[in-house]
């Protein structure tokens, strides 16, 4: 069934229409949302107990971006700015244009940009995320900081840009549809403007990881299958014990339910990469490029040994029996940025992966920084961690609980 906006719009009205045209409860909340539809067309529902776009099954877009507030806001202003946030993310989930919509009144700028509309809703997802920087002297947060909420430490093979790192907020739209994810990223820039500055932006093509059994597995721009392992949505325990914050004592109340999102800008030197032989590539991955079954193996979800796998290899090194049992929730993007100063392209993964503790990543990017084989093709440049707060309840805002 085609379902776009203005569809929506001319079967009058709100949410609830809107839900039952995608035939979704609208307030059924997005991940686990198992029973929802999941692809073009479709609605995945803004409320819930987890934030959607962390166990929602990867979209193939992604438009993400990072923001400072600018000098001068007051944590009022912030807590209006994340009302109106919400609002605008619970709208454009349910594939309506924002306020008036796009064509209001001659003398004003119209509520809404107007670029999505004759799209579908597009499974569109919007995920908010608090920096470390948030928590400093200026809102009054300083108390409420999680103990894990540090600026990443210098990891080995670091080659990072400041300037397309970090950020006090983050948003993670991610959509079937490149248009309708850049536009929601687009309206909450324009709803924040004057609060809030665009730090630096990210655009992804193509998912590079599964977050459902449903999927198949997408191939990252290595030509590798990539996700094959990852934690799925429909492993709650995993969920549990991995990537939602939980009740202990030291994870802070108003964080029960979110998680902790790291984004890593990863540049590929595909020149390099495409001058390297099948089995050095396989060796290096410690897959067959393929089938994506282990070394040695025949099918891509046999059970992986790393001990048999070399010792450099990304699987190998990366598997939760050489970490302790470490585990995280991949859910990143592929992008391609045009050329580099040196005309090489400026292409590779956008990592984006969710975690109950940042101590997940930092053992796993401190063991692979130092010796994964892939570190000859790739080059890590941005980087950023962000407390995601819980779902949030309808008529609730984003970090309802914080401020
Ligand atoms: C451009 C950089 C990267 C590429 C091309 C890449 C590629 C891959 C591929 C092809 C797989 C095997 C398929 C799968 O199980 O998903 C994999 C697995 C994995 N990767 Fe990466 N990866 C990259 C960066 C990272 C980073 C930075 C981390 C974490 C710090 C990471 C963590 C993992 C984990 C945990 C697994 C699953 C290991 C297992 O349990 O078997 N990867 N990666």
Redesign the pocket.
Known sequence: MALTRRALLASSGAAAAVAAAAGVGYAAGQEGDDAAPHGDGHIVGFHGEHQAGIATPAQDRLHFAAFDVTDGTKASDLRDLLKEWTAASVTMAGGQPIGSGAAASQIAPPDDTGEALDLTPANLTVTFGFGPALFDDRFGLAAQKPAALSALPDLPGDALDRDRSDGDLCVQACANDPQVAFHAVRNLARIGRGLVTVRWSQLGFGR??TTSRAQA?PR???G???????IKLEDAKALADHVWVGDRSDEPAWLRGGSYL?A?R?R?LIEVWDRAALGDQEQT???TKVI?APLGGTDEFQT?K?KTLPVDS??RL???EI?DG???L?R?YSFTDGLESLGELDA??F?L?YMRDPEA?IT??NR?GAH?A?NE??K?VGSGLWAVPPGIKPGGYVGDQLL
Not at 224 to 230: E, P, S
């Open positions: 590079t990881s597995t990252n721009l290595m590798f299958k990539d996700g094959t392992a990852n790291v890593r990863i590929m991955i410690g897959r994506g992986l790393p990304h699987v990366a598997h939760p970490n470490t585990k995280i991949r990143g590779g993964l990592f992966a990543f796993l990017q692979l994964d892939l093709y790739i890590h």
